[in-house]
């Protein structure tokens, strides 16, 4: 089957194995940031509707999740703001009436966080993903460029409120862009509105590939660090990988493909692969699992465990 609105799963940073699902049309989002990793806005707006049809998403999950190994999350992102669709709610339910113990996590930019449906939709994941990057008028405009109807203040109070009522888990994300979003007195609003949030992770972060804008830069390690020390907030990580990150780069888009490129020279052993690769066990596991279920690799057993090699072509 194939899949026009779930992706991967990835192995994510954050998330463990991720199976993505993404509920608009691209690029259809209430903002049009210009880090956006997914290009420029198309569709701007604010208005909610099943931008992509219910019955085929669920569809396409049940056929991934009858013919694949259960992956740690299911991830609403993608080509823009996922609550923007009407069903969201609908398909989180239908998510844990299958398989209730993997757990649901939500990307949003929390435009529409106060949005009643979208407020009881996000309530029934464990994980929402909120970003902000931006609580005075000017960087929230010259970062995110928003549709006209979304306002900074309010979006910073609606997660707030929701962080109150919310029974899962916060990680709210920082978008740190220099000359964009890093004057002083743009962090100190920021730093106020994260102290009134309070998350339970904070993560901040800067481009690590090409946004919509070519003209825009990383900041260094350094600069966030000291952004981190001035936020001054329990908790709190930097995410970016800015450069030297190359092992969490190779896990987030290339590991199944890594795994078939070493084992195709030289049969391993999971163990040689954690210890090559340098990835969560799990991670490991569940690759193994696809690509054993899909025929491309076979495990033979020897004296120091099973070793894992490509299936050779007949030529
Ligand atoms: S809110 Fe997210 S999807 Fe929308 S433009 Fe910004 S980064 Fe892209």
Aim: glycine share 6%; charged share 30%.
């Amino acid at each position: 089957m194939q899949y026009h609105y779930i992706f991967g799963p990835v192995p994510s940073r954050r998330l463990g194995i991720s199976l993505g699902i993404d509920l608009v049309t691209h690029k259809t989002c209430s903002m049009d940031c210009i880090y956006c990793e997914c290009g420029k806005t198309t569709e701007l707006t604010l208005e909610q509707k099943e931008y992509v049809p219910f019955n085929d998403v669920v569809k396409e999950l049940d056929h991934f999740l009858t013919h694949h190994s259960d992956p740690d999350y299911i991830t609403f992102s993608g080509s823009g703001e996922p609550t923007l669709n009407s069903c969201l709610g609908d398909v989180i339910d239908h998510v844990r009436s299958k398989r209730p113990y993997i757990k649901i996590a939500v990307l949003t930019n929390s435009t529409l966080i106060l949005n009643p449906s979208v407020w009881q939709a996000l309530l029934k994941a464990d994980l929402v993903l909120p970003s902000l990057d931006a609580v005075s008028k000017k960087a929230f405009l010259k970062i995110n460029r928003p549709h006209k109807g979304a306002d900074a203040e309010e979006i910073a109070k609606g997660i707030e409120a929701f962080a109150k009522a919310f029974k899962g888990k916060i990680w709210l994300e920082v978008m740190i862009l220099p000359g964009i979003n890093d004057e002083t007195s743009d962090l100190m609003e920021l730093k106020e509105a994260i102290h009134r949030i309070k998350p339970d992770r904070l993560q901040i972060n800067t481009l690590d590939r090409p946004g919509t804008l070519s003209d825009i830069k990383p900041a260094s390690r350094s600069n966030l660090e000291r952004i981190s020390a001035l936020f001054d907030f329990p908790n709190t990580e930097i995410i970016a990988r800015v450069g030297e990150d190359v092992k969490a780069g190779i896990m987030r888009e290339e590991i199944r493909g890594v795994i078939i490129e070493t084992i195709h020279r030289r049969p391993c052993t999971k163990e040689d692969l954690l210890k090559i690769l340098g990835v969560e066990k799990n991670m490991i596991d569940t690759c193994i699992d696809t690509l054993l279920q899909e025929k491309k690799i076979v495990g033979k057993s020897e004296k120091r465990g099973i070793f894992f090699q490509t299936i050779k072509e007949e030529s």
